[in-house]
C-alpha cells in the first residue's frame, strides 16, 4: 500500500487540534528538541533551573522559540517544532506530570481534564477531520 | 530450535511505572489498571515462563535524539541501563540483553531483506521497562533476557502497518533459525488509543481499540492495511504505536488464540490494552 508523500502529509493536516511532527517541524523544532533533550542531564537542570534565559541563550533557536519555552506555551512550542515527548523533559523538570502539561495545551483545567479522562476520555466525534467535520 | 510461542500486548504509559515506583498500585484509580495484568502476572510466572523476550517498543526521545531516527532498530548489547527521562531513571533493575539472538535476527532480518539498525549502547525507557514492571512485577533481576526493538513512532512516518507485520513474519522464520532450544515470546507495546498534544488531546476510542483488539485473535490479517491516517483520526497522534502490536502479530503466525485480554480506560491521558496471544499455527 504505497503512498504518495504530498497526499500522505496533507492528510497529516488535516487532523483538528493536533501537530503531527513532521519533517517540516521537525527540521524547524531541531533546536528547539535538542535543548530539551540535554534536560536529561542532572547538572543541566540544575543550571537551567538557576538561570532559564541563560542557559536557551546557549542554543541557536528564534526569539519565538525561546519565548514560547519560557512562557511553558506548550501549543506554542509544538508549532514551532517542538515535539512532546522532547518537551516532556521541559515539564518533568518543572515537576509536572503528563495529565498536568498536557491539559494545558486543551483550554480546560487540570481538574476539568482529568474528569474528562475519568468519565472515558474526549470523544474522536467531529474531531475526525477538518475538511469532513466529522 | 528456537521457537515464538506466544506473544503479549500491552500499552506503556510512563505513569503506570510511576504508580509502581511510588507504591501507589493499590489505589481506588489504578487498581483497576493493575487487576487486568493479574492473570498474566501468574501465568507468566509458570506456564507461560519465557526464555527471552523480544520486546518491540518506541524510544521517547531518550535514547535517540533529533540525532539519529532509525526506523527499526535491535538491541544487541549485553545489558540496558534505564534512562533518565527527566525525573531520574526509574528504580528497575537493569536489563539483560541476549546478544547471540539479536545479533542472530539481526542477520537474518538484513538478508530477509529488513534494514536493521544494530544498536550496542543502548538505554531504555519507560516503552520498554514499564511493559517489564506490568509482566513480572516488582523484582530485583528480571526473569530472563531481553532483546529491545526500538521502532520509531515519533517522526513522520513511521513504518506502515503492513510493514511492520511483514517483519513479524520474518522474526518468526529467523527465531526458527537459532539453534538453541528456546521458548521465544514477542511483546508488541504502547496505544492504545490516546493523543497527548494539541487542544484534541485526551481523545480515546474505546470501539476502535476494541475492535483492534478483537482483531487480533484468530487468522484474520487485515490490521497490517489500516492506514496511519486512520491510527491518528480514530485513536490520538500517540494511537500510532499500535503499529507495534502489529510486529507481535506477524510473528505468532497465520492463526492465534487468545489467553487474556484487559482494556480500561484511563491510566493518565490513555486507554491501556492488554493481550495475550498463543501462536496456533
Not at chain 1, 21 to 43: H, I, P, V
Not at chain 1, 98 to 116: I, K, L, R
Not at chain 2, 160 to 169: D, F, P, Q, T, V
Not at chain 2, 213 to 236: F, K, Q, S, W
Request: hydrophobic share 40%; proline share 6%; net charge negative.
Amino acid at each position: 500500500m504505497k503512498q504518495n508523500i504530498h497526499d500522505y502529509l496533507a492528510e497529516l493536516e488535516d487532523i483538528p487540534g493536533t501537530r503531527v511532527y513532521t519533517a517540516q517541524r521537525a527540521r524547524k523544532g531541531y533546536w528547539m528538541n535538542q535543548f530539551a533533550m540535554s534536560l536529561m542531564q542532572d547538572e543541566n537542570r540544575a543550571r537551567w533551573k538557576a538561570d532559564e534565559k541563560a542557559y536557551l541563550a546557549d542554543w541557536p533557536m528564534s526569539d519565538e522559540q525561546r519565548q514560547s519555552i519560557l512562557d511553558r506555551d506548550y501549543n506554542r512550542m509544538l508549532d514551532l517544532g517542538g515535539n512532546i515527548y522532547f518537551l516532556a523533559k521541559v515539564f518533568a523538570t518543572d515537576g509536572l506530570s503528563f495529565v498536568q502539561a498536557v491539559s494545558t495545551m486543551t483550554g480546560m483545567s487540570v481538574a476539568d481534564y482529568q474528569a474528562m479522562m475519568l468519565a472515558g476520555g474526549r470523544s474522536p466525534e467531529g474531531l475526525r477531520s477538518k475538511s469532513s467535520g466529522n | 530450535m528456537a521457537r515464538i510461542t506466544h506473544g503479549i500486548a500491552s500499552s506503556h504509559v510512563p505513569a503506570i511505572g510511576a504508580a509502581m515506583d511510588l507504591g501507589k498500585a493499590g489505589e481506588d484509580y489504578w487498581q483497576p489498571v493493575f487487576a487486568g495484568y493479574e492473570w498474566t502476572r501468574r501465568w507468566i510466572r509458570d506456564a507461560g515462563k519465557p526464555d527471552v523476550v523480544i520486546l518491540v517498543y518506541n524510544d521517547h526521545a531518550s535514547a535517540f535524539d533529533m540525532n539519529i531516527i532509525p526506523t527499526f532498530a535491535i538491541g544487541a548489547g549485553e545489558k540496558f541501563a534505564p534512562c533518565d527521562e527527566g525525573w531520574g531513571p526509574r528504580p528497575v533493575p537493569v536489563v539483560q540483553g541476549h546478544p547471540d539472538l539479536a545479533w542472530h535476527l539481526a542477520q537474518c532480518l538484513i538478508l530477509d531483506e529488513f534494514d536493521m539498525t544494530i544498536i550496542s549502547a543502548l538505554e531504555v525507557d519507560h516503552g520498554l521497562t514499564v511493559p517489564l514492571s506490568l509482566m513480572f512485577g516488582k523484582v530485583d533481576a528480571w526473569p530472563c533476557p531481553v532483546v529491545p526493538l526500538a521502532v520509531n513512532v515519533v517522526t513522520y512516518p513511521p513504518p506502515s502497518g503492513n510493514r511492520c507485520w511483514a517483519l513479524g513474519e520474518a522474526m518468526r522464520r529467523a527465531v526458527t533459525s537459532f539453534p538453541d532450544n528456546l521458548n521465544v515470546q514477542v511483546w508488541g507495546t504502547g496505544g492504545m488509543s490516546h493523543q497527548l498534544q494539541g487542544p484534541r488531546a485526551g481523545l480515546i476510542n474505546a470501539e476502535w481499540d476494541n475492535r483492534f483488539l478483537d482483531r487480533l485473535v484468530g487468522d484474520a490479517d487485515e490490521l497490517r492495511h489500516i492506514p496511519h491516517i486512520e491510527y491518528l483520526r480514530e485513536t490520538g497522534s500517540e494511537g500510532i504505536e499500535m503499529v507495534m502490536w502489529l510486529i507481535m502479530r506477524g510473528a505468532l503466525g497465520k492463526k492465534t488464540r487468545c489467553l487474556h485480554r484487559h482494556y480500561h480506560v484511563p491510566a493518565s491521558n490513555t486507554a491501556v490494552g492488554h493481550i495475550v496471544l498463543e501462536s496456533v499455527a
